[in-house]
């Protein structure tokens, strides 16, 4: 379990086209596993990114978005659900998006039983 953890913590901020972060870090190890000629590592893409990696990323920004934070309030459900589309294909695993969209009343569900500010 703790590799899994591990894997999801350094996996959720790759993005979809490659564009994401840390790369290609070995979770065992910490090291750089493919790097470019700089030596940074090369960024994750499509189905490099481990699957938990890809949910998490989803259920990241969706969290985000949809919470309010000192910095921001929270975003309409609308545009949250926009941007998340908008990002599917770039961001976020397309095939993920679609069964995100999928399961969304359960998620919605989940959300009302459990409010942020139940406290």
Sequence with gaps: MDLLAKEIALTHHENWDGTGYPGFINPHTGEIERANEDGKPLGRKK??????????AIADVFDALCSKR???E????????NELRK?????FDPDLI??????LP???QTRDQYPEDAG
């Design 47 to 56: 189905t490099e990114i481990p699957l938990g990696g890809r949910i998490v």
């Design 106 to 108: 359960s998620i919605k």
């Design 70 to 72: 000192v910095y921001k």
């Design 74 to 81: 929270p975003w309409t459900e609308d545009d949250v659900f």
């Design 98 to 103: 679609e069964a995100f969209f999928e399961v």
């Design 87 to 91: 990002l599917s294909g770039t961001k």
